[in-house]
């Protein structure tokens, strides 16, 4: 586990117990939304409920990839895709986590949560990022 995770960032996180069943939750893609080399934003579902995955970094010591997870409404989803919503209005305002996953084998290492306003600028996207509607 990446015990650092506060340190390294500078962030009031805490640590989530996670199960296998998150991690397949995690990695079930319903609809990729930026894609180069692989999945950067992607949308996943767990019955109702729709959560946005942002990559966001990559350690360089452990192999992590780490990802900004947070829950969305299919309505928000709807404008995001219609070209309505720009991402950073689509995950603001909500308690997020950090995933930390072995970008070699796929593994979840560890989940840390988080408010909103703690997420470091860095992480969030960019105000002008919106879904390219297709014409």
Do not use: C
């Amino acid at each position: 586990m990446n015990t650092n995770f506060n340190e390294t960032l500078g962030l009031k996180a805490k640590s989530v117990s996670f199960t296998q069943e998150d991690n397949q939750v995690y990695w079930q893609h319903h609809k990729s939304l930026i894609y180069y080399d692989g999945d950067w934003f992607y949308i996943t579902r767990k019955d109702n409920e729709f959560f946005s995955v942002l990559w966001v970094d990559q350690s360089e010591n452990d192999n992590l990839d780490r990802w900004l997870v947070s829950s969305i409404t299919h309505a928000q989803l709807e404008d995001y895709i219609a070209g309505k919503l720009e991402a950073l209005k689509l995950i603001e305002n909500t308690v997020v986590r950090f995933l930390d996953v072995n970008y070699q084998t796929g593994e979840l290492h560890a989940v840390h949560e988080l408010d909103w306003q703690d997420v470091p600028n860095e992480y969030k996207p960019d105000e002008d990022l919106y879904h390219q509607v297709e014409e």
